[in-house]
T-cell receptor
């Protein structure tokens, strides 16, 4: 399968700071990228969908001003958690879908907000 | 909301076939069934997908009933490394875009 990477794999930050997570499709062009969040012992919850060069579409209940998504190229999307608080601590997973329609997931980023 | 239901958990003996069921009674005619699995603290791994015909790849086989209301993922010779949460997902179109909406999944434990 195709490879999707995320950076960093884990991050610890202080409350009130912003954290940026990168998602890259390494061997294919991702026309659409997705960001999910997963709390302990729960399933993945879709946060937003982004198409290259367009504004992201957020799922109901997800604050677009808090979770800034940029999909500037066909191989890179970034998620910025602004003014992070302890309740934002979670496992953030990106996913990329190429022209063939297949969707592959990154390894995830563990965010801990102190 | 997810359009699939799966058992909460299942055990399987190492070396035996693992048959993982999934119900998707409200599936529409052009919606695909996808299977992913997630090993602890990792991103989901693609396994297989299908529309109405049975599918097989190097990882697994997917059997879809003729009415498409249910399917079974078959791991022919389960190993300890197959222990994971398995997600059966119907890709849906919402708000003009196709999405994978995850349900709770099923925990498969392969025992020695």
């Amino acid at each position: 399968g195709a490879v999707v990477s995320q950076h960093p794999s884990w991050v610890i930050c202080k409350s009130g700071t912003s954290v940026k997570i990168e998602c890259r499709s390494l061997d294919f062009q991702a026309t659409t990228m997705f960001w999910y969040r997963q709390f302990p012992k729960q399933s993945l919850m879709l946060m937003a969908t982004s198409n290259e060069g367009s504004k992201a579409t957020y799922e109901q209940g997800v604050e677009k001003d808090k979770f800034l998504i940029n999909h500037a190229s066909l191989t890179l999307s970034t998620l910025t958690v602004t003014s992070a608080h302890p309740e934002d601590s979670s496992f953030y997973i990106c996913s990329a879908r190429g022209l063939a329609g297949m969707q592959f997931f990154g390894p995830g980023t563990r965010l801990t907000v102190l | 909301d997810a359009k699939t239901t799966q058992p909460t958990s299942m055990d399987c003996a190492e070396g035996r076939a693992a048959n993982l069921p999934c119900n998707h009674s409200t599936i529409s005619g052009n919606e695909y069934v996808y299977w992913y699995r997630q090993i602890h603290s990792q991103g989901p791994q693609y396994i297989i997908h299908g529309l109405k015909n049975n599918e097989t790849n190097e990882m697994a086989s997917l059997i879809i009933t003729e009415d498409r209301k249910s399917s079974t993922l078959i791991l022919p010779h389960a190993t300890l490394r197959d222990t994971a949460v398995y997600y059966c997902i119907v890709r849906v179109t919402q708000g003009g875009s196709e999405k994978l909406v995850f349900g709770k999944g099923m925990k498969l434990t392969v025992n020695p």
